[in-house]
């Protein structure tokens, strides 16, 4: 069960690369999370969950923007695996299973950034236009999110 939460962590993050840590530091400082004792305790500090919700909330505006380069440009897939490794290996870490979070949660990053362009090019291709399929995005992936970290708990 642990290593299917890293997945649906790391596919959040393949969705929106800073809302998947956002819902984690939030789960972590609501003690949603026990993190604390591992290597991730620094996740349920409040800098954590300030830095991790301002930068998720710069991500879901300048998303919005015409000028917003593909997710799968090199830097921003990578960026996404990475942050879903994270993720992921945060998940691990409750249960001392570190390497498999982060595992899982690099494959989950995986499928979320190549099925996410996927879904979203046709969303929006059936709205006319991205920002509705953008707006349904965020919405999955800050709903899924919460829902992943409270299912650890």
């Known amino acids: 069960m642990l290593y299917l939460l890293a997945l649906l962590i790391g596919v959040i993050a393949g969705l929106r690369a800073m809302t998947a840590p956002a819902t984690v530091a939030w789960g972590a400082w609501l003690g949603w999370l026990p993190v604390g004792g591992t290597w991730a305790s620094f996740m349920g500090h409040w800098a954590a969950v300030g830095i991790f919700t301002i930068l998720a909330i710069v991500e879901l505006v300048t998303d919005q923007l015409p000028s917003t380069p593909s997710r799968k440009v090199p830097q921003q897939f990578g ?3 990475v942050v879903g490794a994270f993720c992921g290996a945060v998940i ?8 498999g979070g982060l595992i899982a949660g690099a ?7 190549l099925g996410g362009a996927e879904a979203r090019a046709r969303l929006a291709a059936a709205f006319g236009k991205d920002p509705p399929a953008a707006f349904i995005e965020d919405a999955v992936a800050i709903i899924g999110g919460l829902l992943i970290v409270a299912a650890v708990a």
């Open 79 to 81: 960026t996404r695996i």
């Open 107 to 113: 494959i989950g990053a995986v499928i979320g950034t």
């Open 92 to 99: 691990g870490a409750t249960a001392g299973a570190t390497i």
